[in-house]
């Protein structure tokens, strides 16, 4: 059995065991002569494995499997976007050598960088139910959304995989949804839709909640209420209320 989840693909294996299948694409960054933001292609393989990884462990799926579809040579700007994704993989403690496949384009001379990344995990139902957020959660953003050259003149204000994977852990949040290109509030709205619930953002709020997220450099959480100093002490990037779920 195939089913969507937000952005996530499901694939029910039997009664128990579920693989999840992430994805995401990347055109114009890297040091080719045509890209429209110029950085090193580490920073292209890193930030690109962020997005599918985020998306996998905010479910929570333990990643098993990286394809990687790279548009460019390996040599040798396939092998510095591999450095960045490796280095994601090491965030988390996945073994490179064992997950990692893909292609890449060594028929044609390209002159700007495009790259696709797949993420495939797995979850078994015994331990684990489909996140959602409760009535009268708050709903609030980790880290500060940025996009483009912004994310590489980060001042350690977005989001981390260690980061992620910490929140991810804690009892007291209900659900957590990496933001991408359609900003906060609209994730905020996805999850209240999946819990059945409605997103009231509040005015005033000190983080751009229309704003695009790139490459998953913030996230939103439905959390209690009474624990918010607690992650706040816990995290060391901005944390903002944004709104609640009724």
Known sequence: MIEKFRDITILRLGDKDILTVACDSCGGIGNKENDVIKVDPYV???????????????????PITVVNTFAVEMNDTGRRIMDGINDALDKIGLDKESVVTGSTE???PVTVTGIGLTVIGKVNTDIWNFPKAEEGNLAVAVGIPKVGNEVVGDKGEIMTLDILKKIKSLEFIKDVLPVGSKGIAYEA???????NLEFKV??????????????????VLAMDIGYLDELKQMVDIPVNVVGEFI
Not at 48 to 61: H, K
Not at 202 to 219: F, I, R
């Open 106 to 108: 060594e028929n044609i």
């Open 189 to 195: 709205s996805e999850m209240a839709r999946t819990g």
């Open 44 to 62: 292209t393989g890193y930030y690109t494995a962020v997005v599918s990884l985020s998306e996998t462990i905010a479910l929570g799926a333990e």
């Open 202 to 219: 509040y005015e005033d709020v000190c983080v751009d909640v229309n704003k695009s997220g790139g490459p998953a450099t913030c996230a």
